[in-house]
């Protein structure tokens, strides 16, 4: 065979649509002329048709020539911005991330913020201190369940021991004396600090 590797990457180049070609391997089969050559297509980025071959014009005796794709080509795109998964909307899109990761949201995935369905404190009082410290939180959008309302205070938990729409009622212990903020998150609803 009186063809070489860098024969056939000249001539590949010299093709509009395939642009710069990148010899990557030979592997020799049974017999000398049984070679198996491996290109890199490095211009065009995705995955592009794969490349044909016309061997009705080689000598020699039964002479074949394949192509096959190891590898389709594809973008590696490392970190993905959240922007890139992100799509044109009249109403805010919900982003989400798992470990980090940014995730797509298929369906609709808008979500409008209404001030009537978010809790919101509007006081915090102390109103006993022993054995624990008991407090009174009153403000709107709370849930009657006590289950459903986490409270913290300075990042330490305060028990619920009962709840309506408009007052939480905690007990928390071993609080050092200080200025903290109070969160309370509501189940469905989210979550308001003071």
Request: charge should be negative; charged fraction near 15%.
């Amino acid at each position: 065979m009186d063809i070489e590797y860098n024969d056939i990457t000249t001539i590949l180049e010299e093709f509009d649509d395939v642009g710069k070609v990148m010899f990557g391997s030979t592997v020799y089969g049974g017999n000398p002329y049984d070679i198996l050559w491996r290109f890199t297509f490095d211009t065009y980025f995705g995955n592009v048709d794969q490349i044909q071959i016309n061997a009705s014009f080689v000598g020699g005796y039964n002479p074949t020539a394949t192509t096959s794709t190891i590898v389709d080509g594809h973008t590696i795109i490392n970190p993905l911005n959240r922007g890139m998964l992100q799509t044109v909307h009249d109403k805010p899109q919900v982003t989400v991330t798992i470990n980090d990761i940014p995730s797509r949201c298929t369906g609709d995935c808008s979500y409008e913020w209404l001030p009537s369905s978010t809790p919101a404190v509007t006081n915090v009082t102390r109103t006993s201190v022993s054995p624990n410290t008991t407090i009174d939180i009153t403000g709107a959008g709370f849930s009657p369940l006590s289950e459903n309302n986490n409270v913290t205070i300075g990042g330490v938990a305060c028990v619920v021991t009962m709840a309506n729409d408009s007052l939480i009622i905690c007990d928390v212990s071993e609080v050092p004396s200080g200025e903290y903020s109070v969160t309370v998150e509501v189940n469905g609803k989210g979550h308001c600090k003071i």
